[in-house]
């Protein structure tokens, strides 16, 4: 199954302050997480340039699979996460050919 992901870091859940080792302990490690992702071609995307957000496409098994995996990054809880499940262009013809069959059916 595909999920198109997009996430975005909650607005003042870092101070300037703790940046410096948030960013290594939690954000560097996540972002690591991801680029393995990408090398391995687990999930396709990036960070919105200028932003301190990202989007993705991730390839998992099960609805437990994606979760599993997101809430498995560092900082998870820091981001606010948006998951929505992708059919395939294929499977999109066929429902909107039925569709359009329906319609033809009806009018006669």
Known sequence: MLYFVSAELIENSITAEAFPQVF???IR???ESLAKMVD???IHGGVLAGQRAGTFII???SNEEADRI???LPFWGLLRWSVTPLVSFRTAIERDQKTADAMKASRR
């Open 24 to 26: 290594e302990q939690v």
């Open 29 to 31: 490690p996540s972002l």
């Open 40 to 42: 391995e071609k687990k």
């Open 59 to 61: 390839e998992a098994q």
């Open 70 to 72: 997101l809430g498995g």
